[in-house]
């Protein structure tokens, strides 16, 4: 347990330096007290290691009625109820489904031609599927790319910030069928999609959950196939009942970093074979980019490539491209 609980320390301790600022002073705030606190490390020891990420334990803490508290507020709740949320992290996987990542994916999916069958791997409650159904609006170097549904404006409107002297060449694509395989797939029908979905967006991140909903509503109302299981081991197989007449476009935005190393390039290899293949990873997650592509200094962020040729580098949730 003395091993595991250093291991807690010193996950939150980055955490609270590296990933909450900017994003969530709160989250910073309680990452810090856990970084600190021998007592809640020992209750975050006992959740299995792929379960006890801060943004999971977080959510799931909220879920389960903590609120938005100040820390010392948090820990004694914590404390109180260690056993259900020892448990509910337990069933719980981080499934942040965020369709402003469609605004990143877009450039990608604009260079294939229609009908395009989307299979999506990690999909979640599969809010990306839906990139035809979204207005985007594009806004950088005194230009602006403004994109609408072939059948009007949506109800979701993805803002993206272009940090590159190009502006994006975008238009709707045709999607004729959507799928997702995910270890557990989320119904976007159901009330506890939409409490856990926006329950995983950080406190102080403004607009998140309004869009999720308004996602979830679109999904909802045209819900894709899903099959829940290994993405490596089922993408063939889902592939194989894709319309024979369209073409199959495999993506895996944020899905990798999830996946072992052998299996990311398995999953890799699958969706190569299958048809086309779109993801954004950071550029050290694997090797599946062509080989000069990240050669001549890169600006942060992800890589948004197409069938391994990377385009562009974008926020890893879509709020900003740079085409290369």
Known sequence: MDAEAAAVADRYARFARDEAPGRSDLYGAWAQL?????????????????????????AVTRLLGVGEPDAATWRDWLLA??????AECGRRSLQTNEPLRCAALLPALSLIEGPIALLEVGASAGLCLYPDRYSYRYRGAGAEVVLDPPDGP????????????RMPAVRSPEIVWRAGIDLAPLDPREPDTEAWLTGLVWPGETGRAERVRS?????????PLRVAGDGADLLAEVASVAPRDATLVVQT????????????????????????????????????????????????????????RVLAAADPLGGWIALR
Not at 34 to 50: F, G, N, Y
Not at 81 to 86: G, S, W
Not at 215 to 223: E, N, R, S, T, V
Not at 296 to 306: K, Q, R, T
């Open 34 to 58: 856990v970084a600190s606190d021998r007592d809640v490390q020992e209750v975050l020891a006992r959740i299995a290691p792929q379960r006890r990420q801060p943004p999971l334990v977080f």
């Open 81 to 86: 109820h260690a056993d259900a949320v020892v």
């Open 154 to 165: 949506s109800a979701v409107v993805l803002e993206c910030e272009v940090r590159s002297e």
């Open 215 to 223: 996602a979830l509503a679109i999904a909802a109302a045209d819900p």
């Open 253 to 308: 935005p944020g899905v990798l970093a999830h996946i072992p190393w052998v299996r990311r390039g398995q999953l890799i290899s699958a969706a190569r074979a299958a048809g086309r293949w779109i993801t954004l990873d950071a550029p050290s997650l694997h090797d599946g980019w062509g080989e000069s592509d990240l050669a001549d200094g890169w600006p942060g962020g992800f890589a948004l490539a197409l069938d391994g």
